[in-house]
C-alpha cells in the first residue's frame, strides 16, 4: 500500500467517525445517508447529487445511487437536529472575548423555476431585491487575535415557505440557538443589516454583548438631542491614528485611519446608554459602531468589527469549493438538508481535521496534493479542500466500505503518518 492510500483511508477513516456523531441519535439509514453526504461533498467538491453519487463508487447504476440520495435527502428535514449535534460540539470552542458573526446572505438560482418555495434575494452588485434564490442565516466565531474559524449555524430558509415568520424571526432564531450552546459567551458582531429595533431590544433584554454598524438613517441621541447618526459623526473629533492591514481577495493594504467615540441612546430605548466609535479614513462615509462594550477601547472594537471579514470570507469558500449555487435539488426540504450539512462538512475541514493531528505534517501532504508549492494561501482552507478532493475522488472506492467499529462518544482524530 503506497502512502497516499494511507492517507486516504486514515481520511475516510476520520469522516465517517466525524459523520456517524453527527447522526448518533439517528436510525441506520438515515447515518448511512449522512455518512455518504459528508463524504461525498469533500470527495467530489460539489453539491451536485450526480458528482457525490460518483465519488461514491458503488457497484450499482449511477441513477440507482443518486435517486437514493435525492430520496433520503428530502424526506425528513434534518436541520434542527443536525444543527444541535454541531452547536453542541462548536459552542464548547466559544469564549467571552470570541466575535460571532452573523450574517445573512442568499444563494441565488436565476433560471431555476421548478424549485420549491423559490423567492426573491438581494442581488449584491445592485442591493435591489429581485433575482430569485434562496435565504442565508448564518454564524461563524473567530477570535480577534487567532486563525480559527468556527462554523456554528446555517439555515436556508424563504419567505415563501410554510411556517415563515420574518426576517427578524430567523436571525433571533439563530442567535438564540448559538447563545444557548455558548452559554451567552461571545460578542455579536453584525454588519448595517443588524441595525433594527427588534434585534436591539432582544439582545438588551438577554444582556448579550454586541457591536453592530450603524445605518447611515439611523437616529440617534445624543446629549437629550436627537438627531442623525451620519450628521452627528462628520462632526465628530476622530484624533486616535491607527494603522490596520485590509486583506482583500488576498491582497494586504496597509490603512492608517482615524477613530473617535462618544456615549449615545437610541430613541426607542432611550434608558440603554451604548458606545459609539467613529471611524474616518475607512471610506467616503465615516464607520459607525454602535456598542454596549463601553469600557473597551475605540481600537479594539475596530479590530472587533474587522474580525467579521473572516467569517465573511467563510461564507465565499462554501459557496466556491463546493458550488453552492449550482445545487440543483428541487425540494425545499432537500435545500435546507444539504446547506446544513455543507456547514457540517466545513467544521470538519475548519475543526475536526486538525483537531489533533500533527498539523505541519498534514497541511505538506495536503498541500503538495493541492498544487500549492509556493506559498500559504490567505485562506487555508482552499488548499485543504483542493487536497482532500485530490486524495478521495482519486481513490478505488468510497466510503462504505468501511467496516467501523467505534463509540462515537470516543471519537479522536489521529493520523500518524
Known sequence: MNNDSKI???????????ADSLSM?????????????????????????SNISRSLKEEIALIKTENRLARNLSKTDLTEEISKSLLKRAGKRVGKETV???????????YAKSMEHLALVRDGSTGEVGSPGYWLC?????EVKGEELIPLYQELYSQKADGFESENVQIIKAIEAVSESTGNKGIWTIDRGGDRKKLYEYLFDKELDFCIRLNSKRDIIIKDKTQNVLRAAQKFECKEEIGITVNRDGQEE??????????IQLPFNPEKPLKMVVIKGFGEEPLMIATSLLDKKDEEILEIYLTRWKCEESFRFMKQSYKLEDVRVRSYIGLRNLICLVLA?????????????????????????????????????????????????????????????????????????
Open 100 to 110: 460571532l458573526s452573523l450574517d445573512l446572505s442568499d444563494i441565488r438560482k436565476e
Open 25 to 49: 441519535n439517528m436510525k441506520k439509514p438515515a447515518k448511512k445517508f449522512i455518512r455518504q453526504i459528508v463524504f461525498g461533498i469533500q470527495a467530489a467538491k460539489d453539491v451536485k447529487l
Open 254 to 263: 496597509e490603512k492608517t485611519v482615524f477613530a473617535g467615540s462618544g456615549m
Open 138 to 142: 448564518s454564524v461563524f466565531g473567530a
Open 345 to 417: 462538512v466545513f467544521y470538519f475541514v475548519s475543526i475536526e481535521l486538525g483537531r489533533k493531528l500533527r498539523l505541519s505534517i498534514l497541511f505538506k501532504k495536503i498541500y503538495a496534493k493541492a498544487k500549492r508549492f509556493f506559498q500559504m494561501p490567505s485562506f487555508k482552507h482552499y488548499a485543504i479542500a483542493d487536497g482532500i478532493y485530490s486524495l478521495l475522488f482519486a481513490g478505488l472506492k468510497g466510503i462504505d466500505n468501511l467496516a467501523l467499529k467505534f463509540a462515537p462518544q470516543e471519537l479522536t482524530l489521529s493520523l500518524p503518518f
Open 8 to 18: 486516504t483511508g486514515k481520511l475516510k477513516e476520520q469522516i465517517a467517525k466525524y
